[in-house]
């Protein structure tokens, strides 16, 4: 699904929405989501203990990021000494994909105060996200959708960091069955798959995989600029090369 | 200098911005299609590059992968990319492993 796709998807049940009280229907709509949220919580609370953060930056890094495959990236990269300017633009690059969280949250609260909107988008995240662009129809006004929206952030903030001081404190105690571990790169591989339209992004995640695990090393954490920056250069000449297929093709 | 509170700091400056930028930009995405088609390059090489981090890599060198760990990987990735809803990925990753640690694979 494109962003434009999410973007103008149809809202479900206008009328209800537009009837029934936000919060109920809030906590209504998050309710398994939290559910799925809090493995993964507990995961990188987890994975904070073992790359040697202290409790305090567990919970800072949890309330400051709020974006939890980008905290785990940050947290993997604490863990091996990479540099400060590379795990802050890792994180940055991955939570990329909320500038069109942006559009459709400017949409939403237009009618609210800046400063209001400046402060409501602090908890914007891909699941706030999902159900509010389904809810969010004609029929809702400004007060509903900022009640509505407002009361999943708060669930999911609460699990979020609550998920994470308990994996972070359970740390050692969790069973190894469980396969906390395997958190990161499921969602490491949930969000791939999720970005692989066309020939260019594929190539790109292929030529990027290999070249990280060839330099894998490397001092201060360069492995992943270099694999990000050849992968680049190989999805665009995959890219052009199936536009020219395409082109081909049609004359 | 190496600060955790710090680096959070500043990716988090950085990531609300993002949140914010249409918010201040009006609502309008400026991204030229140059622009946009290295950026949807630059998300997938990123996470494939942790992804193999996170399978691969221990204590910054290469290891030899669980192979239950790269099927249960292999399967999420197969059932998001057929659903569409990333919350499968957990859904069928985990179970996957526990099942394997049940009978003894791990």
């Given amino acids: 699904m494109?962003?434009?796709?999410?973007?103008?998807?149809?809202?479900?049940?206008?009328g209800e929405a537009g009837s029934t009280s936000p919060v109920s229907g809030a906590l209504r709509d998050v309710a398994p989501i939290l559910v799925a949220l809090l493995p993964f919580a507990l995961a990188i609370g987890s994975a904070s203990a073992a790359n040697g953060l202290s409790a305090v930056e567990a919970v800072l890094g949890a309330l400051f990021l709020l974006a939890g495959s980008a905290q785990l990236a940050a947290v993997g990269l604490i863990g091996s000494g990479a540099a400060l300017a590379l795990v802050a633009t890792t994180a940055i690059v991955i939570n990329l994909r909320f500038m069109i969280y942006s559009v459709a949250f400017a949409r939403w609260f237009d009618e609210a105060p800046r400063l209001h909107r400046l402060a409501m988008a602090i908890p914007l995240v891909d699941q706030s996200f999902v159900l509010c662009v389904r809810r969010f129809g004609e029929r809702t006004d400004l007060a509903w959708r900022r009640?509505?929206?407002?009361?999943?952030?708060?669930?999911?903030?609460?699990?979020?960091?609550?998920g994470q001081v308990i994996g972070y404190f359970a740390g050692a105690g969790v069973p190894p069955g469980l396969g906390l571990h395997l958190a990161a790169p499921l969602v490491f591989a949930a969000m791939l798959a999720t970005k692989l339209d066309g020939l260019g992004g594929a190539?790109?995640?292929?030529?990027?995989?290999?070249?990280?695990?060839?330099?894998?090393?490397?001092?201060?954490g360069l492995a992943l600029p270099v694999a990000v920056v050849v992968a680049v250069i190989v999805g665009s000449l995959a890219d052009r090369s199936g536009d020219d297929e395409e082109e081909a093709r049609a004359s | 200098?190496?600060?955790?509170l710090l680096m959070f700091a500043l990716a988090g400056a950085g990531t609300y911005l993002l949140r914010v930028s249409m918010v201040l930009g009006g609502g309008r995405l400026p991204a030229t299609d140059w622009i946009e088609r290295r950026?949807?390059?630059?998300?997938?090489?990123v996470l494939a590059a942790l992804l193999v981090s996170a399978l691969f890599v221990s204590n910054g060198e290469r290891q030899v992968a669980d192979p239950v760990e790269i099927g249960a990987v292999a399967a999420a990735l197969f059932a998001v990319s057929?659903?569409?809803n990333i919350n499968a990925?957990?859904?069928?990753g985990l179970p996957i492993y526990w099942i394997a640690a049940l009978g003894g694979l791990t």
């Fill in chain 2, 1 to 4: 200098m190496r600060s955790p």
């Fill in chain 2, 39 to 45: 950026v949807t390059m630059v998300v997938p090489a």
């Fill in chain 2, 89 to 92: 990925a957990l859904a069928v």
């Fill in chain 1, 147 to 162: 009640h509505y929206y407002l009361t999943v952030s708060a669930s999911l903030v609460v699990v979020f960091t609550g």
């Fill in chain 2, 82 to 84: 057929r659903t569409g």
């Fill in chain 1, 203 to 220: 190539a790109a995640a292929v030529s990027s995989a290999l070249v990280f695990v060839v330099l894998v090393g490397l001092p201060g």
């Fill in chain 1, 2 to 14: 494109s962003a434009n796709d999410l973007l103008e998807a149809p809202a479900i049940a206008e």
